[in-house]
């Protein structure tokens, strides 16, 4: 369990305390054994009962282990042939984003995810999952070869965000993420995206207009990141656990609220736990919903993606407001029918 988490310390410790004992058996050939069953029967039911009841900020905490697998592990992991594209054909090729052409089973799709680095120097290059423009209009052009040639689009979200800077916003940062989310909602090719990370604002929506959104269990996926709601809220990022608590951004939280269409299962401790039981939890389920994608035709996948979004929130209508008398109080007459309509008209309230 190296790279613990804070949360994580009373199981190393325990874990810890088992190997030395061990170690103490061999070298001084003292029977421990009954206390090691003992303390590893405790070890995993303490694991269980840490891991079964996370919260969001725990949560927020896993998705952004720096061991977390990245879309290019399961890319590797889970598709074959796979065949990387580079550049937007206009500017540069940006790191941050990734993607080609890979096989599902022997199905041929277009496969493209956000990529943050394995270590410092890495990152720095990949601008830490976090892409320019250029990123996004790489991802776009690869989306139109896909609907172009029929090709499945699946896509992996894990992001904080866009690129924030200076050079990010002199070459149309919001442009480039309003044209991905226009055209995505238009593609007549069945679109299946699996937040795997952290899906951060307009940086994750981009590549998250699909017909059905999944999420891995310890993933999050929100408006804005934790930090940013922080500092906007309370003047101090440092307040981003707090923050998490309360914007609802858990994958429980996301089926619940209609935003996602499902919830795959990582290992016990985290998806950097067990890389293989990972990527093959995330291939069933691709293969599941996309065998039911693909019996649709294009206008069924469009209007599909269409209803899918549309229906994410509801309008409360507001009650009808009360005229006043001339001497300042309430009239409890109800007022005319047509005053009425046009009230419920005028005040509709967005949950």
């Not at 054909?89 to 943050?116: E, M, S, Y």
């Not at 919903?289 to 549309?310: A, C, P, V």
Request: contains cysteine; glycine residues 10%; charged residues 25%.
């Amino acid at each position: 369990m190296a790279n613990e988490l804070p949360f994580e310390k009373p199981v190393v410790e325990l874990r810890q305390k088992i190997k030395e004992l061990k170690s103490l058996s061999v070298d001084k050939g003292i029977d421990f054994t009954e206390e090691i069953l003992r303390l590893e029967e405790r070890s995993k039911q303490l694991e269980e009962e840490l891991y079964s009841e996370l919260s969001p900020a725990q949560k927020m905490h896993l998705a952004r282990h720096h061991g977390r697998p990245t879309s290019l592990d399961f890319i590797g992991a889970i598709f074959t042939d796979f065949m990387e594209l580079h550049g937007d054909r206009l500017f540069a090729d940006d790191l941050a984003i990734v993607g080609g052409l890979a096989k599902l089973n022997g199905l041929p799709v277009t496969v493209i995810g956000h990529q943050r680095g394995k270590d410092t120097r890495d990152n720095i290059a990949r601008f830490f999952g976090s892409p320019h423009p250029e990123g996004f209009r790489k991802a776009l052009r690869l989306m139109q070869q896909a609907n172009k040639f029929g090709r499945p689009i699946i896509t992996f979200i894990d992001t904080k965000g866009a690129y924030p800077g200076n050079t990010a916003e002199e070459r149309g940062q919001s442009e480039a993420i309003a044209r991905n989310l226009r055209e995505m909602a238009g593609f007549g090719v069945p679109i299946l995206c699996v937040v795997i990370g952290e899906g951060g604002s307009g940086g994750a929506l981009a590549l998250g207009v699909g017909n059905r959104v999944l999420m891995l269990e310890n993933a999050i996926y929100s408006a804005i990141s934790p930090n940013g709601a922080a500092s906007i809220l309370w003047k101090d990022a440092s307040k981003a656990d707090q923050a998490a608590e309360a914007m609802k951004i858990t994958a429980k939280d996301l089926l619940e609220f209609g935003i996602i269409e499902g919830i795959i299962e990582e290992p016990q401790g985290g998806a950097h736990r067990d890389l293989e039981c990972q990527s093959a939890a995330i291939k069933r389920e691709l293969t599941v919903h996309l065998k039911e994608l693909l019996g649709m035709t294009s206008q069924e996948l469009i209007e599909d993606r269409y209803n899918k979004f549309r229906k994410i929130g509801y309008f409360q209508m507001g009650e009808p407001r009360k005229s006043e008398n001339t001497d300042g109080g309430e009239s409890s007459e109800a007022p005319s029918a047509a005053s009425s309509e046009q009230d419920q008209e005028a005040a509709p309230t967005v949950n």
